[in-house]
């Protein structure tokens, strides 16, 4: 009976997925399905200028942004991003040696698909795979198609919101309906994790996760006895590029390097204190009223707005966020510096 419900579910999902009619094809091969479209982007940038909190995705969108952080991550400003793909690199052999059979890869926020490439690279001389591609910028899914155009796997791309109820859900049992026989595995990388709600995707992820399918999650971390941003989180994100990647979200509603100022902040978290926040705010010099989409908004000299927030964890709270949402850690991998950690992790 439960085999049948299950075959069910992803058959209507995967005919409703199908069926959307803002669907195309890209390069005569890949399935792109969008979920978001620049007015659901628009309406949420306003909705974060009255509430003076933006959301991470909304740095992502357009060409330029994009190019902006894939330039960020090869920069000398940021060093984390080329720290923790060298560290995939150096485990990927033992997550091929753990992970058996064919799988869906199903990347949630893939960036450029470059730790996408180091994983299937690998498992790919030994099994088959299919890539599912989840990004809220249609512009970093186009990079990652480029970057990854010559690896040998079908791919389909999700221009959509992981956090958004249902649709990681969707995909899910969508790539299973695609490929039957095959587990899921999710990769969850870039400590994208600490810039969203962990309640919001790891219920997500509960219903989403059947058992046997695995999700790789990477995180920024530090031992419980080390001082104040000892991974130097104020400088990385304090740099010109990064600011740069500011200005030009604000930009988009008129505000510019004239009416204020962007700075990092790093605290310890209010109620949880085995997890310490970065936190970027923008500062107006002085009132302004900001015009966007239809709206006028006004913000008194002083105001702040919270332009991104990210989270550096211990590694017993890693364990223990994990476990306390019913994953079962398979495997935790260290590096040198003990600053990144990468864990994988079934569903209870
Ligand atoms: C820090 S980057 C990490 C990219 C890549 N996974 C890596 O490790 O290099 C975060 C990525 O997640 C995407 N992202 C952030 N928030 C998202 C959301 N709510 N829904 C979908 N994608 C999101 C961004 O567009 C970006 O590509």
New binding site residues.
């Given amino acids: 009976m439960e085999n049948v419900l299950t075959k069910l579910e992803h058959e209507i999902t995967a005919d409703i997925l199908l069926n959307r009619p803002e669907n195309e094809i890209v390069d005569n091969t890949v399935l792109v399905h969008n979920y978001l479209n620049s007015k659901d982007l628009n309406r949420q940038f306003l909705c974060g200028l009255e509430n003076r909190r933006l959301?991470?995705?909304l740095?992502?969108q357009g060409e330029q942004q994009a190019q902006n952080?894939i330039n960020l991550?090869h920069s000398e400003e940021y060093c984390h991003?080329r720290n923790?793909?060298k560290f995939l690199k150096s485990i990927v052999l033992q997550l091929d040696e753990i992970i058996q059979g064919d799988i869906n890869l199903i990347?949630?926020?893939?960036?450029?698909g470059?730790?996408e490439k180091v994983i299937l690279e690998q498992f790919l001389l030994n099994r088959q795979a299919g890539l599912f591609m989840?990004?809220?910028?249609v512009d970093?899914i186009r990079s990652s198609l480029k970057n990854l155009a010559q690896l040998g796997v079908a791919k389909e791309a999700f221009v959509?919101?992981?956090?958004?109820h249902n649709v990681i859900k969707d995909i899910g049992c969508y790539a299973k309906k695609s490929n039957r026989d095959r587990i899921n595995l999710y990769?969850?990388?870039?400590?994208?994790i600490g810039?969203?709600s962990q309640s919001a995707i790891f219920n997500i992820l509960r219903e989403t996760m059947k058992p046997g399918d695995y999700i790789l999650i990477?995180f920024h971390v530090r031992s419980s006895d080390e001082n104040y941003d000892s991974l130097g989180m104020v400088k990385e994100y304090g740099g010109d590029i990064n600011r740069g990647i500011y200005f030009t979200l604000l930009e988009k509603s008129g505000i510019t390097e004239d009416d204020g100022d962007v700075s990092v902040e790093y605290m310890r978290h209010h109620t949880l204190p085995f997890i310490d926040v970065i936190e970027i705010y923008f500062s107006f010099y002085k009132s302004k009223i900001v015009r966007f989409f239809g709206e006028e908004l006004y913000f008194a000299g002083g105001e702040k707005i919270l332009m991104e927030s990210s989270c550096v964890y211990t590694i017993e709270s890693v364990i223990h966020l994990l476990e306390s949402y019913g994953m079962k850690v398979v495997k935790t991998f260290q590096d040198n510096s003990n600053h990144y950690l990468t864990t994988l992790c079934q569903m209870n």
């Fill in positions: 959301d991470v995705k740095f992502y952080w991550c991003y923790f793909l990347s949630l926020g893939i960036g450029d470059e730790k989840v990004d809220a910028s970093l959509a919101d992981i956090v958004q990769t969850f990388m870039g400590s994208t810039n969203v990477e």
